[in-house]
């Protein structure tokens, strides 16, 4: 009797041990990052007339970019974030990253660059930053020297995204200048009347004048006249 309480005592010594053993090592392992799904395509068959130039584009993300097998991005109309993985966990020792106004390089001592190339546009290189997210995650803060422009992508090269299906956060549009914000605020809704296929705010002013024109000269004949 004694033989077989002792056997299933050290049964139960074993099976808790390698619960904690294994409690222990789900606790200590770095957390599982989730993979985003690549960009999908735009679709084509709901491009508005004049969106030709959008076939074979991206669906921006959640963020106003776009995510590609090796990066992703997001942005606002003054900044861009870029998530570049590494594949495993490292120190920011480990890390070789180079940032010039036109150009960008991010990827590990010792080996090739996870991406490297010409920039979409200019930035500020002054105020970029970079930190490494659980070891494991490149993480770029790149200000935009142009500040009322969307980027179709990070890298030259890479597939662009549908600048025209971009989302603008009209809650940013009160940090900006007078001057800014109206120059934000015109493309928004030029980009918003194009994409339902109606006239600009150049087109209207335009057609304004031409009305308060036609007004003034009553006596002239207009029913010839081609409208651009």
Not at 59 to 78: C, I, K, M, R, W
Not at 126 to 140: G, K, P, S, T
Request: hydrophobic share 30%.
């Amino acid at each position: 009797i004694n033989a077989e309480y002792g056997k299933q005592w050290y049964q139960r010594r074993v099976r808790a041990i390698e619960e904690i053993t294994t409690e222990g090592a789900k606790a200590m392992a770095p957390p599982v990052l989730e993979k985003e799904a690549p960009s999908a395509p735009v679709d084509e068959s709901k491009l508005e007339e004049g969106e030709e130039s959008e076939k074979g584009k991206l669906v921006p993300n959640s963020g106003n970019g776009a995510n590609y097998d090796h990066y992703s991005f997001t942005q606002t109309l003054e900044e861009l974030e870029v998530r570049v993985p590494l594949g495993g966990s490292y120190k920011s020792r480990d890390c070789k990253i180079d940032i010039k106004d036109r150009s960008l390089s991010v990827g590990l001592k010792g080996q090739e660059p996870i991406i490297k190339g010409e920039l979409f546009a200019k930035i500020l290189t002054d105020e970029a930053m970079w930190h490494l997210e659980d070891n494991r995650v490149v993480v770029l803060t790149l200000e935009k020297f142009n500040k009322v422009e969307w980027w179709g992508t990070i890298i030259k090269g890479d597939n662009e995204i549908s600048t025209k299906k971009v989302q603008p956060e009209n809650s940013k549009l009160g940090d900006l200048d007078g001057e800014t914000r109206g120059m934000v605020e015109k493309m928004m809704y030029d980009q918003r009347q194009k994409a339902a296929g109606k006239p600009t705010s150049d087109d209207e002013k335009k057609a304004e004048t031409m009305r308060k024109f036609m007004e003034q000269h009553p006596e002239m004949d207009f029913s010839k006249c081609k409208w651009g």
